[in-house]
């Protein structure tokens, strides 16, 4: 199984929803990624876990939490979120640190209203 | 600031011809070098790996890297109409602790008949 998978593809949500998006991979990869990625922009990156611990935060606002619950689970907890944070969310994993070939999922397309 | 930069096209080459397409990149110490291709709507898709200077080939794709020029090509012999995609490079850096893919805004190529 080389796939990682993403649910939901499409969310809509108000800003004063919670909701989360999901991600597994059976690669056996250890580190997972989240990405934001706005229309004609390259993927921007939100977080790492490295062996399921958060390794890299980059200055995400908290209204974005991410959790590891194991080594092929990865989500993202969505609360009170703005319009601007519509965008395609990505996740990405990859086996090993060092060289970091990562492979991404199909996507989450969120829109906030 | 680490920096990837590519042309953002659109690059525009007829069926069966050699599509090239060029990246710098700033850091001097990164180390993996990867290609992804992105079609409308979807999410990144690896195409291709480099890890040491020289030429590395995979069917139809030809991966380049010169790292004393800080450089990485991509070529795409036999163009088709399906490859007309935006392509993205993406460079990795590895401090020993954690690890970071970089993406450069990526090239648009059109594929004509």
């Known amino acids: 199984d080389t796939e990682v998978t993403q649910t939901p593809k499409h969310l809509v949500m108000g800003m004063t929803n919670k909701k989360s998006l999901k991600c597994e991979q059976h690669?056996?990869?250890?580190?997972m990624y989240w990405y934001k990625q706005k229309a004609k922009k390259p993927p921007e990156l939100m977080f790492v876990?490295?062996?399921?611990?958060?390794?890299i935060n980059e200055s995400v606002p908290s209204r974005f939490s991410p959790e590891c619950p194991n080594s092929s689970l990865l989500n993202l907890h969505l609360h009170a979120l703005q319009p601007e944070d519509s965008a395609l969310y990505l996740c990405?994993?990859?086996?090993?640190?060092?060289?970091?070939?990562?492979?991404f999922g199909p996507g989450t397309r969120l829109t906030v209203l | 600031q680490k920096e990837v930069e590519q042309n953002s096209g659109p690059l525009s080459v007829p069926e069966g011809a050699i599509a090239s397409l060029n990246c710098t990149y700033s850091?001097?110490?990164?180390?993996?070098f990867f290609w992804y291709r992105q079609y409308s709507g979807k999410s990144p898709e690896l195409i291709m790996s480099?890890?040491?200077?020289g030429d590395k080939e995979d069917g139809r794709f030809t991966a380049q890297l010169n790292k004393a020029s800080q450089y990485v090509s991509l070529l795409i012999r036999d163009s088709q109409p399906s490859d007309s995609a935006t392509y993205l490079c993406?460079?990795?850096?590895?401090?020993?602790?954690?690890?970071?893919?970089?993406f450069g805004t990526g090239t648009r190529l059109q594929v004509t008949l």
């Open positions: 990405a994993s990859s086996q090993e640190v060092r060289h970091n070939e990562q492979f």
């Open positions: 690669m056996g990869h250890r580190a």
């Open positions: 876990y490295s062996y399921e611990k958060l390794s």
């Open positions: 850091d001097r110490v990164s180390q993996s």
């Open positions: 480099i890890y040491s200077n």
């Open positions: 993406a460079v990795n850096t590895y401090t020993g602790t954690a690890s970071k893919l970089t």
